[in-house]
């Protein structure tokens, strides 16, 4: 069983920056960011494939979302810029068969 907890988020003005954190117990070959606004359906935001160097992005992220892993430490993170009020969401960690607790990111 591999345990996900996710660190970084917070509240930020529009136009700038925060780092998603998640730490996973474990290893995983895929992991990936989701997020669910209110009132809204969960949608995936990013997501990597250790080991065959592919990426996903979300249209609404790209160019703004970077991710990147820290394979030594099974750590996944998410860089954000010019966060924008839409981006305001709970973020979540998740693997192909667990989920974090997620990390509230605010802009306003």
């Known amino acids: 069983h591999v345990q996900l907890v996710e660190s970084g988020g917070g509240s930020v003005q529009a136009g700038g920056s925060l780092r998603l954190s998640c730490a996973a117990s474990g290893y995983t070959y895929c992991m990936g960011w989701f997020r669910q606004a209110p009132g809204k359906e969960r949608e995936g935001v990013a997501a990597i494939f250790t080991g065959y160097g592919l990426s996903y992005y979300a249209d609404s992220v790209k160019g703004r979302f970077t991710l990147s892993r820290d394979n030594d430490k099974n750590t996944l993170y998410l860089q954000m810029t010019s966060l924008q009020i839409e981006d305001t969401a709970l973020y979540y960690c998740?693997?192909?068969?667990?989920w974090g607790q997620g990390t509230q990111v605010t802009v306003s």
């Open positions: 998740a693997t192909t068969a667990h």
